[in-house]
């Protein structure tokens, strides 16, 4: 979740703002990856399967803006 140059994944950064609330935790990674497939289809399989399609994390940054937008809609 995390690689040689210390920078995170998209899970890896929804688990350390978790604080180990597992709940918490899997609240963000559906919503977040609710906001990937309104983006970019049915066919993105997990959180972390998008995060490892980008060599950067430009697009995926994206996606928690939209998730954001997307949890706050929902009142989370």
């Given amino acids: 979740m995390t690689d040689e ?6 899970l890896g950064a929804i688990r350390k703002e978790a604080d180990g609330d597992r709940g918490l935790e899997a609240d963000a990674a559906s919503v977040v990856l609710d906001a990937i497939r309104r983006r970019f289809g049915d ?3 997990s959180v972390p ?6 060599r950067t994390g430009r697009i995926p940054l994206r996606m928690f803006d939209r998730a954001a937008g997307l949890a706050d809609a929902r009142s989370l």
């Fill in 5 to 10: 140059s210390s920078a995170v994944c998209l």
């Fill in 43 to 45: 066919h993105v399989d």
């Fill in 49 to 54: 399967a998008f995060n490892n399609a980008h």
